[in-house]
């Protein structure tokens, strides 16, 4: 994979045998975290991991439960402690993973400032009180109209931020073929764009299923 591919790759960082355009930049929005009231974390990225380690190293004090394998894996290399990594991370199920393990512990959601879905208020249905602190932003990365993708391009999404900060930059063009990291993200796409949602909610899955396309094209 050393020579460059039309496989845009549209997350933070940059992996090799793709073209790296990066949609979202982080900031932080808090220089404390209040965990008082918590017994246990959830954290669902891991820029949050990021961002937490950044404000107070001292969250590795806590258990926590991680939402996709990247952020479990960011979350042990830091040191912290993974105690649930559940199975299935789409939002609905996620809250039912949580009333059904966790109805007893105080949770401390670390998260970004906006969220796809409203997990308090779903969890608070079933009696459950998810405390929240919204630690970092996003914001979008502008580029300029001759920037975009080459047409026939295959875009790797590996987010509904990085989705929402591409359509602020470029328009949609129908040759275009996005690889995306999971069904809520997918959901995000313009109507009618073609897309292949990735086996495994992994960056590397995504850029692997990039290259069988784009090699299945080369073929036929």
Same mark, same amino acid.
């Given at each position: 994979?050393?020579?460059?591919? $039309? ?8 992996? %090799? ?15 404390? =975290? ?29 258990? @926590? ?27 609905? #199920? ?19 400032? %906006?969220? @796809? ?28 109209? %001759?920037?975009?993708?080459? #047409?026939? #391009? ?7 931020? @990085? ?7 470029? $328009? ?11 069904? #809520? ?17 992994? =960056?590397?899955?995504? =850029?692997?299923?990039?290259? %069988? ?5 080369? =073929?036929?």
């Amino acid at each position: 994979m050393g020579t460059l591919r $039309p496989i845009y790759l549209l997350s933070p960082s940059a992996r %090799e045998g793709t073209v790296h355009l990066p949609m979202i930049t982080f900031s932080l929005l808090v220089d404390q =975290i209040d965990f008082s009231a918590a017994d246990t974390l959830m954290f669902s990225s891991k820029q949050a991991v990021k961002s937490a380690e950044a404000i107070d190293p001292g969250w590795k004090a806590y258990p @926590s439960i991680a939402i996709g394998a990247a952020t479990k894996k960011q979350i042990e290399s830091l040191g912290g402690t993974v105690i649930h990594h559940p199975k299935d991370f789409y939002a609905d #199920a996620l809250a039912e993973d949580i009333i059904t393990h966790f109805s007893d512990k105080k949770l401390l959601y670390l998260r970004p400032k %906006e969220v @796809s879905f409203d997990s308090k208020s779903y969890l608070a249905k079933a009696g459950i009180l998810l405390q929240e602190q919204s630690i970092y932003e996003t914001s979008c990365v502008p580029y300029k109209k %001759e920037q975009a993708p080459e #047409a026939g #391009a295959i875009i790797v999404f590996t987010s509904p931020s @990085s989705i929402h900060c591409f359509l602020k930059n470029f $328009p949609w063009q129908e040759s275009y073929t996005a690889v995306v990291i999971g069904h #809520a993200t997918e959901v995000h796409l313009p109507h009618g764009a073609n897309v292949v949602v990735s086996e495994r909610p992994l =960056i590397s899955a995504c =850029i692997e299923k990039a290259v %069988e396309l784009w090699t299945h094209r080369q =073929i036929h």
